[in-house]
Structures are given as C-alpha cells and as structure tokens.
C-alpha cells in the first residue's frame, strides 16, 4: 500500500523559510513533487524531481525554493526561502511511479505580512 506523509507545514512571516519534507512507502516513484492549492484556485506544480535529480520549478518559486530527494529514504524535501504571502496555500506531496500517481494529504503553510 502506497502512503505518502506529509510534514513541515505552518506559519511564518513573510521573507522567513520553511521546509516540507514527504516521506513515501509502498513504491519507488521515478518522480516526485510538491503542488501546491491556494484558496479558490487550482493545484499547480510548485516543483518536482525525478529519482535521477532533474528539477523543474514554477517560475514563481525559482531562486527561491529548492525541492532535493533522499532516494534510500524515498523522501523529498521542499526548502522555501523568502516566503511571500502570496505561497500561502495546501501543499500536496506528489509521487508518480509504475503503478500510477499518489498524493498525500497536504499541509498548510500559511504566509503573514
């Protein structure tokens, strides 16, 4: 059974940092990544990375987040830096692997002026 367990979510003021880290089970995901849900809008892609360490990047997010994987753990991380009030949301740990995409449960990260 596949499990993804999310954590490292909160609030913070803006310009601080936080980092979610997504811990998977049942599976080895050729991908995996963070996506994120603003209130009243759609899931986006914040970033992703592949089990070879290619990234991609929302374009808001370059330079200031940094999405790293932990292959023998089958767990990523998200370092965000320089929050904006504007990366409020629920982020949601995303796995793609053989068997299909998972998603985990998300956590909230709340940005303040």
């Known amino acids: 059974q596949v499990q993804l367990v999310e954590s490292g979510g909160g609030l913070v003021q803006a310009g601080g940092s936080l980092r979610l880290s997504c811990a998977a089970s049942?599976?080895?995901?050729?991908?995996m990544g963070w996506y994120r849900q603003a209130p009243g809008k759609q899931r986006t892609l914040v970033a992703r990375i592949s089990n070879g360490a290619s990234t991609n990047y929302a374009d808001s997010v370059k330079g200031r987040f940094t999405i790293s994987r932990d292959n023998a753990k089958n767990t990523v991380y998200l370092h965000m830096n320089s929050l904006k009030v504007e990366d409020t949301g629920l982020y949601y740990c995303?796995?793609?692997?053989?068997?299909?995409?998972?998603w985990g449960q998300g956590t909230q990260v709340t940005v303040s002026t």
């Open positions: 049942g599976a080895i995901f050729a991908v």
């Open positions: 995303n796995a793609v692997g053989a068997y299909g995409a998972y």
